[in-house]
């Protein structure tokens, strides 16, 4: 009689948490949090219709569903509608699921999250805190792959040279700016440097012997 095999782990039945959104209102429009138990796993920025939030998710969680708000989730809208009001909230509490990201840029967001509102870092500052400056571009890269803004404050790590840097959600460097605008910071309110002017060529000679 051949003994009974346990089932080996690929035998057995592989469960994914079900991800869940809710979309809510701010007072510069329509936002939206996606969750599973692990926590956050992503955030739509306020947009002036709440569709464009709930497209958003469903492009990226084709299995999610719209729910009721967690105590824990509700908690994270109440803070980012106190943060579109201007208030200094820093959203440190708010669990996102860290796990879905690769290592360096967990460490990356770990940098950003801690940048007050109100405040900015530049991808070389950030670069330098992890250890090389020459690591800025990589910066750059995981801010434009960041699943969490607001929660992952990206607006507010900027170019050298008080210039806003790129922005990939929805909006672009305009959106960037309001939401540095809203929060005081001082890059907000810097007009940019004019552009160098350039050198004019000086007149020719008269030939004093023509």
């Known amino acids: 009689m ?3 095999r346990e089932p080996m782990a690929a035998d057995a039945p592989i469960f994914t948490a079900m991800t869940q959104y809710t979309l809510f209102e701010t007072v510069i429009g329509w936002a939206g949090l996606a969750w599973t138990d692990k926590g956050l ?50 959203l440190l509490d708010a669990q996102i699921d860290i796990a879905r990201v690769p290592e360096f840029n967990a460490k990356v967001y770990a940098i950003a999250r801690a940048i007050p509102p109100g405040e900015t870092l530049t991808y070389g ?16 890269a995981a801010m434009g792959a960041n699943p969490w803004p607001i929660v992952v ?5 900027t170019a050298a040279g008080g210039k806003l840097g790129g922005f990939s959600a929805r909006g672009g460097a305009s959106t960037k700016l309001k939401l540095l605008t809203i929060e005081g910071a001082a ?24």
Do not use: N, W, Y
């Open 153 to 157: 404050p990206c607006h507010r790590v």
């Open 125 to 140: 500052e950030i670069a330098t805190k992890l250890g090389d400056k020459l690591l800025a571009r990589d910066v750059g």
């Open 41 to 90: 796993v992503g955030v739509h920025l306020p947009d002036s219709d709440p569709e464009l939030s709930r497209r958003s998710f469903l492009r990226k969680f084709p299995d999610a569903v719209e729910a009721v708000p967690t105590p824990a989730i509700e908690k994270v809208i109440a803070d980012i509608r106190e943060l579109m009001t201007g208030k200094p909230v820093d």
């Open 2 to 4: 051949s003994e009974s």
């Open 187 to 210: 890059i907000a309110t810097t007009p940019p440097a004019p552009p160098k002017r350039a050198k004019l060529a000086p007149p020719p000679q008269a030939d004093l012997f023509g």
